[in-house]
């Protein structure tokens, strides 16, 4: 059929009908309201959100509501490294880049350098952590302030995330995985595991600071299936569900 289109983190096929995917991922689309409220705080749009290139999102109407009371949230985003950055990598870390220049926040950008060697036959890890530090250096050219930026690149800094990733893997079963991404009885191990490391980061600084803080996640929207298997488990443990913002 014309309109069959397959969004995943790995893999977009066809003509991606926006409107139908935002539909079938349970997502809200961005209106004219939210954008008001979102430019109330920030004074004007950034032209990723007058164009509608950022159209969908998940309790960005509830973050607001946290902010509003003087609950500042913090920033996630990421990159798995698997070979140079282009122009289509940008576009979330520039948006990403004006929040916090915005509001003020913090950030903490994730680098699962084996979320590629996972899913990759062709790349090894050294090749993974290889791009991963020339990937650092181009994310640091964008411009965010370094006294609020963290990178946490997952095969040296697995310490920080491991028991709270436990946690989260505890409570996700593979059937809930295996209908998220399509997955069959021929993937590893490590695929069907990594979904939890990128779901930690957006509780980890709850976790270090013994409370809840909320977290925004502007991401394309390939990646929410990832948020999508772990919403409900970050209540069960008692975190906040962070809100996600999709280009």
Avoid at 107 to 128: M, N
Wanted: aromatic share 14%.
């Amino acid at each position: 059929m014309a309109n069959e289109f397959k969004v995943t983190p790995w893999t977009v096929t066809g003509n991606v009908d926006y409107e139908k995917l935002t539909k079938e991922f349970g997502t809200e689309p961005i209106t004219d309201k939210l954008l008001e409220r979102i430019k109330k705080h920030t004074k004007e749009l950034h032209f990723m959100l007058r164009r509608r290139i950022f159209f969908s999102h998940r309790d960005l109407n509830w973050l607001l509501d946290e902010y509003e009371k003087g609950n500042k949230f913090f920033l996630y985003t990421g990159r798995a490294p698997s070979g140079p950055i282009h122009i289509g990598h940008l576009v979330p870390w520039v948006f990403t880049r004006w929040l916090q220049d915005k509001f003020g926040v913090e950030l903490l950008f994730q680098i699962p350098d084996e979320e590629k060697f996972f899913f990759k036959d062709d790349l090894t890890l050294e090749e993974t952590e290889k791009w991963a530090h020339e990937n650092i250096l181009d994310i640091i050219a964008l411009g965010f302030d370094p006294k609020k930026t963290k990178f946490l690149i997952d095969t040296k800094d697995a310490g920080q995330m491991y028991k709270t990733a436990c946690k989260i893997a505890k409570k996700i079963t593979f059937s809930t995985v295996k209908a998220a991404f399509g997955f069959s009885d021929s993937n590893n191990l490590g695929e069907i595991w990594y979904t939890t490391m990128q779901a930690t980061p957006a509780v980890l600084p709850s976790v270090q600071k013994g409370k809840n803080i909320p977290c925004l996640i502007p991401m394309g929207v390939d990646q929410d299936p990832h948020f999508r298997v772990a919403r409900d488990v970050y209540t069960k443990l008692g975190f906040y569900k962070p809100a996600l913002i999709h280009a």
